[in-house]
């Protein structure tokens, strides 16, 4: 067997995983494709485009003019933000409770981890989380979290179980990469996993049987090397990986979410070189003169201010150039796609003239335009919590006490002061909410650095410091009202009461 062959799917999916990454990095790896994203015209291919031809030397010039708009790199970004401007909760057994803090083996948090996942599935709408642990782990240590992209999930095959529930029994990853010589140089080495279920020889496999991996080369793979890892004396009997894409865990892949985008950014930057194109041609005018012909000696004019033309009798000359007809249809065409880029893009999520709205009309209004956005949360989430089971599984603890909630509130309404009085007063009024949830959404907003306890201390702290000048009167605030029965005042001693005392 070839450890290099793909799914068939993954060959499908290649060109589309291709295109969305060099649009997210952006102008340079476009650019650096050439013809793939910019075809030459048909006057630079008849001028001849190898190395050193004319027609190579007007598609270079023709391609540093053009421009491409960092649109998909915008749109993931904002999507990003949306989706993380809360953060996810996390719900572990106590023995796994390290893993929020360091759940990869570089040491990220779960809360990071999750943000690369959610990336990845709005990039290429596929990546694989596998649970691995260092083969000299120790008591007390943890397994981590290794993220695959789509593109190193070169190989998997599932069977069909009872109930039409997906048995994963391989799994192909390849993790070649560039590897420091001796002397410093670099040189790339082929490297895969492997992750077996069952016997390799059935394809169908579905039953018990222990997980077992191994690592090669593309030459040196044997099942007979294949090793069933041991955690606290523990085997698996299920390989520890886990498919994510943009809507689902399953082991099929789907589009890119944002691959529509992708290809409109690429039509975009096709019609920006065209137009660019145009508006230089309409500055290179050729001089033509007529009635006359000039010897090679004197077949160089100069032209402009301080240029001479002598002709004879009867001649003319006159400038010619392409006509400017087609460029007010150009820049119309132009303004229509990055309409429609901006209607597609995440740019509908961000402010605008919709931050003046209430906070239930924009919550409507982005809820009408969130569905993928929010498939993509829960999707991301569900498949982080199913890795985390593994573990749990493979320490002998309940995967039923791991949860991932992700953010699924896109909106984030501002605390104003005007808001924060009126939940004073509704609170004067008898509202059931405390002074500590009051401070908690100051905090969220970003009023006070403090938590409640240290709040609480800061404001007894001023209550003793403060000149009685500046005290205000028993009776009266700083208005002149009289203040509510309810509203909690200053004790005795000079100091606010606590909630319980109020």
Do not use: C
Not at 60 to 73: E, G, H
Not at 97 to 123: K, Y
Not at 158 to 179: I, K
């Amino acid at each position: 067997m070839s450890l290099s062959s793909v799914h068939p799917e993954y060959t499908d999916l290649f060109g589309s995983w291709s295109l969305m990454r060099d649009t997210y990095k952006g102008e340079k790896a476009v650019k650096d494709k050439g013809i793939a994203y910019l075809p030459a015209t048909s006057s630079m291919i008849m001028n001849g485009m190898q190395v050193g031809g004319a027609g190579a030397a007007m598609y270079d010039a023709y391609k540093m003019r053009s421009y491409f708009p960092d649109i998909v790199v915008e749109a993931v970004h904002a999507m990003l933000g949306v989706m993380h401007n809360h953060p996810p909760e996390f719900q572990l057994p106590d023995k796994m409770s390290g893993l929020i803090e360091r759940a990869t083996d570089n040491g990220e948090s779960l809360a990071m981890l999750l943000r690369r996942i959610n990336e990845q599935q709005i990039i290429a709408g596929r990546l694989g989380l596998l649970v691995d642990f260092d083969s000299g782990i120790k008591v007390g240590e943890l397994p981590y979290i290794a993220l695959y992209r789509a593109e190193a999930i070169k190989n998997w095959d599932t069977a069909t179980a009872t109930l039409g529930r997906e048995h994963l029994n391989l799994v192909v990853l390849d993790e070649s990469g560039m590897v420091r010589d001796a002397d410093f140089t670099w040189t790339k080495k082929d490297r895969y996993r492997v992750l077996v279920l069952g016997d390799l020889s059935e394809n169908e496999y579905v039953g018990e049987a222990t997980y077992r991996f191994g690592v090669y080369t593309d030459e040196d793979f044997s099942e007979e090397k294949l090793i069933a890892p041991r955690l606290i004396g523990r085997q698996l009997n299920e390989i520890p990986f886990t498919f994510v894409n943009s809507r689902d865990i399953a082991a099929k892949p789907e589009e890119p979410p944002l691959i529509g985008l992708a290809r409109l950014a690429m039509l975009i930057y096709r019609s920006e070189a065209d137009y660019r194109q145009s508006l230089f041609l309409q500055g290179q005018d050729t001089l033509v003169i007529i009635g006359t012909t000039t010897d090679a000696a004197d077949s160089r004019k100069h032209v402009g201010a301080n240029g001479v033309i002598s002709l004879p009798t009867g001649a003319d000359a006159k400038f010619i150039g392409v006509s400017s007809t087609g460029l007010p249809e150009q820049r119309v065409a132009l303004e229509n796609l990055y309409n429609s880029a901006t209607a597609r893009g995440a740019k509908m999520l961000d402010g605008g003239p919709s931050s003046r709205e209430s906070g239930e009309a924009l919550r409507i209004r982005i809820a009408a335009k969130t569905a993928t956005l929010n498939e993509v949360a829960l999707a991301g989430a569900f498949g982080l919590q199913n890795a985390l089971r593994h573990i749990a599984k493979w320490m002998d603890l309940d995967p039923e006490k791991v949860r991932v909630v992700p953010n699924t509130d896109f909106t984030s309404s501002e605390l104003s002061g005007d808001n924060l009085v009126k939940i004073m007063t509704a609170k004067g009024l008898g509202a059931p909410i405390s002074l500590q949830s009051v401070h908690d959404l100051m905090k969220e907003q970003g009023l006070t650095i403090y938590d409640f306890e240290e709040e609480v201390e800061k404001i007894e702290e001023e209550a003793q410091i403060l000149p009685q000048n500046m005290a205000v009167g028993d009776n009266e605030d700083a208005s002149g009202a009289t203040p509510q029965a309810d509203t909690p005042t200053a004790s005795s001693d000079g100091s606010r009461p606590r909630e319980d005392d109020a």
